[in-house]
């Protein structure tokens, strides 16, 4: 592994922009004035959409998840930035101010130098966030399951990294953090469900995919957690020895005191790897006693194996596809919508009461083809969705609605379209002011470049700053970017490595499989 230091507690200031005046005691007053406005952005080109140009590899997508959340005024992001280090930025609505971004602490399956290229990235540990009670900012990242020498994983098998959690040391206040040894370091895609009451639950696989996924429970805004509960199990198939039963899962918040989880089957070649996800599930939890059952409300014995997820869980008309999670909310009537990625496609389902109806494609391939979002439930039947997808070679961030209960959908408004990017969605921004409701990294269709832009969307389209700010990546990191970017597929190393070979295919990958 690398030889990073993380320091365990540590003010970084240096990522992020902090414009000062410079001392009129040692500067002549009319170059003060002069430095302070190009600092500032003013003599600068302008303003951009984007607020950070120092995302990398993969930075966001749909499973590590909230990325983003508003509290007490203010939008937090947390993305993956240089070295594959979570970065934090905060805009504050009420004064339309970024502040940030800064790093918030040190993913150890970062390298020395950022590559260009996908076969030495490992996009595993995208950051997923959670604002507490009392205004703490909560990141938690870096895990691909865990190095070997993090010791035994009882619930699963080693991979790569250590997943590690920080919290910024001041209510609101990004600009510094420390790290809280108090969840399992042998875990990869962590998602963070917040309780109306403040409980803090992060789900997570506790190893590489052959693991088992958990939970751990915090009732004391993210201080101390309970020990790793078991969801869904993972154990070798009953179908064949070389085949391995596991899962890919997301979960977030029912009605009340419940959480949804939806997910995939992953029939694991053992020994290898096989990229099969397959088949569509359903379930819920009751946190008041940690219950679980299926959409039919019958209890389930936990943790869940193959066996009874498949006799009790599986959604039956979502057949047997090819099939990758998308994201699950409950309506008034308590009754869970859902879609998940079929076919080169977004299907929506929406449970009836006593079954699920059938699948429709969300913006079919004639409408330009969805690859994955959110989306938010106005009324049993009315569903808003806000989707990345491609039409006639214009990659959009726009709205789909329906009217009817998801049978039909109908385009809405674009926040984000462009002909030289591609956009990759993320999980709505939880608690969301209208103005910025979801976190977009791009990326150029032209070069394969080793960093990305970020955007923050929402009803009034991009929020953006000045150009100056929101270029952040310093001068040796721009040095390095223009020697790595080629145009696109020039140098492309075909091979891809192990340790990447599970990752959650993002909009980008189902893109590149075709
Ligand atoms: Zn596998």
Request: a neutral charge.
């Amino acid at each position: 592994m690398l030889p990073k230091i993380f320091p365990g507690e540590f003010a970084h200031m240096a990522a992020s922009k902090t414009f000062m005046f410079p001392s009129r005691s040692t500067t002549p007053w009319l170059f003060s004035i002069l430095a302070w406005l190009v600092a500032g952005g003013v003599c600068a080109a302008g303003h951009v959409d984007y607020f950070a140009d120092n995302a990398y590899s993969n930075p966001i997508s749909t499973m590590q998840h909230p990325n983003a959340e508003y509290a007490n005024g203010v939008t937090y992001v947390t993305y993956l930035g240089p070295h594959e280090d979570p970065y934090v930025a905060a805009y504050d609505h009420a004064s339309g101010k970024w502040q940030g971004p800064v790093q918030a602490g040190v993913n150890i399956m970062g390298k020395a130098q950022d590559s260009a290229s996908k076969a030495d990235q490992d996009a595993h540990g995208k950051p997923a966030m959670v604002v507490d009670r009392q205004g703490y900012v909560h990141v938690v990242f870096g895990g691909h399951g865990g190095v070997v020498a993090l010791g035994a994983n009882a619930l699963g098998t080693p991979g790569g990294g250590r997943q590690i959690h920080v919290v910024s040391q001041k209510p609101g206040d990004i600009s510094s953090w420390r790290e809280l040894a108090n969840i399992s370091p042998s875990a990869t895609y962590p998602q963070w469900v917040k309780l109306a009451n403040g409980d803090l639950y992060l789900f997570y696989r506790h190893g590489s995919h052959r693991s088992d996924w958990v939970y751990q429970k915090s009732t004391d805004d993210g201080r101390t957690f309970s020990e790793p509960t078991s969801i869904l199990k993972h154990k070798v198939s009953q179908a064949s020895p070389t085949v391995h039963d596991a899962w890919y899962a997301w979960f977030d918040n029912g009605r009340g005191d419940t959480i949804t989880a939806h997910y995939v089957y992953h029939p694991c070649a053992n020994p290898g790897h096989s990229k099969d996800r397959l088949n569509a599930y359903y379930m819920l939890m009751n946190c008041r006693d940690g219950s679980w059952t299926n959409a039919r409300g019958e209890a389930l014995t936990l943790p869940v194996t193959k066996e009874s997820a498949d006799r009790v869980t599986r959604i039956p008309n979502a057949g047997s596809d090819r099939s990758n999670h998308g994201t699950c909310h409950v309506d008034a009537e308590g009754r869970p919508h859902v879609y998940f990625r079929q076919g080169g496609e977004v299907r929506y389902y929406r449970w009836l009461g006593d079954a699920w109806q059938n699948p429709v494609a969300v913006a079919a391939p004639d409408q330009g083809k969805g690859h994955d979002g959110d989306f938010v439930i106005e009324s049993p039947t009315s569903i808003r969705m806000l989707l990345d997808q491609d039409n006639a070679g214009v990659s959009v961030v726009g709205w789909w609605n329906s009217h009817d209960g998801g049978l039909t959908w109908q385009k809405g408004p674009a926040l984000l379209s462009s002909s030289e990017l591609n956009f990759e969605a993320s999980t709505l921004v939880r608690n969301a002011h209208p103005d910025a409701r979801m976190l977009v990294a791009s990326k150029s269709r032209k070069f394969d470049e080793p960093y990305h832009q970020m955007y923050l969307v929402g009803d009034k389209g991009p929020l953006g700053r000045p150009e100056a700010e929101a270029n952040c990546l310093g001068e040796k990191l721009e040095r390095e970017k223009a020697a790595m970017t080629l145009p696109k597929g020039a140098g492309k190393k075909k091979r891809k490595t192990a340790k990447a070979a599970d990752e959650d295919p993002a909009a980008f990958e189902t893109r590149d499989r075709k």
